[in-house]
């Protein structure tokens, strides 16, 4: 089971990333995929979730109307829209699969390496 994120990189703020979590070994339709970010003497912060095959999502409030979550079974990939971004979203991004939706960080089962969002100007 293997989950691989991309995507991060150097952006302005407003600026706007998709970053995208490969799953393989598994199929993500039996399982939620979250997304978490972490900056170093922080803990892990779960910003988004969405569930296996109903669809259902979940958002932290600091990132609630301005990050979309989706999936695409056929392709086992799950994407995070990044859009109006903030000096305060820099942080490193991981992937993570659980058996349902949670922003729990130890709820998950497989953690993907993560990829350096750095917003500024």
């Known amino acids: 089971v293997q989950l691989q994120a991309s995507g991060g990189g150097l952006v302005q703020p407003g600026g706007s990333l998709r970053l995208s979590c490969a799953a393989s070994?598994?199929?993500?339709?039996?399982?939620?995929i979250g997304w978490f970010r972490q900056v170093p003497g922080q803990e892990r912060e779960g910003i988004s979730c969405?569930?296996?095959?109903?669809?259902?999502?979940y958002y932290a409030d600091s990132v609630k109307g301005r990050f979309t979550i989706s999936r695409d079974n056929a392709k086992n990939m799950v994407y995070l829209q990044m859009n109006s971004l903030k000096p305060e979203d820099t942080a490193v991004y991981y992937c993570?699969?659980?058996?349902?939706?949670?922003?729990?960080?130890?709820?998950?089962?497989?953690w993907g390496q993560g990829t350096q969002v750095t917003v500024s100007s």
């Open positions: 993570a699969a659980a058996p349902f939706v949670t922003n729990v960080p130890n709820t998950y089962d497989y």
């Open positions: 070994g598994f199929t993500l339709d039996d399982n939620a």
């Open positions: 969405i569930s296996g095959s109903d669809s259902g999502v």
